[in-house]
């Protein structure tokens, strides 16, 4: 009875030590891709951003030499491209938007259909031939910023990761309610035939979401579609 009753132990301590260890490699896998974003994000600005803002500068610097030229000469003279500044403009204002959007995502804090509404938005940007479905609550009851923050974290890192998936995807759909007790989203990305190779990521994914919101976190493979649900209190 001692024997069975041990060795009994002996393998509920295993499964919670494997359960442990999974948990850990879900958790280092959430925080290295973070900290990748931000070195993704940090590295767009250095050459994107920063980069524009110099050219931009060097365009108004050489416009004024010439513009003090014309004054002295009394020519007639093209102060500056003007579309070349405007394009220019509009590619720094366009990053510095998803910079910011990436460090503080907007309506969040107030209106969380909202905010999942513009993320899903914001990836159909990225690639336009991807049609998109949603249906969103009009009313919605305010969660902890944290708690929000966690999920938003979670369906961007999904779509970034699904929408990657070869061959390529056709639409997303997303369906978000709320009860008196439970949230839940479900997001279905729909690909133009069944992916071969499974996005290994998303276990790691899924673990950490559900235990940063001690909610439920699940995906499988359905067809052509690759679907993502969470529930969360």
């Known amino acids: 009875m001692n024997t069975f009753l041990l060795i009994g132990l002996l393998l509920v301590g295993c499964w919670l030590v494997l359960r ?3 948990l850990q490699q879900a958790l280092r896998w959430w925080y290295r891709q973070h900290v990748l974003r931000l070195v993704d994000e940090a590295e767009a600005v250095r050459n994107g951003v920063l980069q524009d803002a110099f050219t931009l500068r060097r365009t108004l610097e050489l416009s004024s030499a010439q ?4 004054e002295l000469c009394s020519i007639p003279i093209a102060t500056a491209d003007g579309e070349f500044l405007l394009t220019t403009l509009e590619a ?3 990053s510095l938007q998803r910079f910011s959007d990436f460090l503080s995502p907007p309506y969040l804090e ?3 259909p ?5 993320l899903l938005k914001s990836h159909q940007q990225q690639h336009l031939h991807v049609a998109l479905d949603l249906s969103m609550p009009e009313q919605w009851q305010p969660d902890a910023y944290e708690q ?6 979670a369906i961007d890192e ?3 990761l699904a929408l990657t998936q070869r061959p390529s995807a056709r639409s997303i759909s997303a369906c978000l309610t709320q009860e008196t007790h439970a949230h839940r989203l479900v997001v279905k990305v729909l690909y133009s035939q069944r992916p071969h190779d499974e996005i290994v990521e998303l276990s ?3 673990r950490s979401a559900q235990f940063l919101t001690a909610g439920t976190c699940a995906y499988h493979q359905e067809c052509e579609a690759l679907i993502w649900s969470m529930c969360w209190s």
């Open 20 to 22: 442990w260890h999974r």
């Open 67 to 70: 513009q003090a030229a014309v």
């Open 92 to 94: 720094l204002h366009h």
């Open 110 to 112: 107030d209106n969380f």
């Open 114 to 118: 909202l905010a999942i509404d513009h």
């Open 148 to 153: 929000s923050r966690i999920v938003w974290i």
């Open 158 to 160: 999904f779509l970034r």
């Open 204 to 206: 790691h994914l899924r």
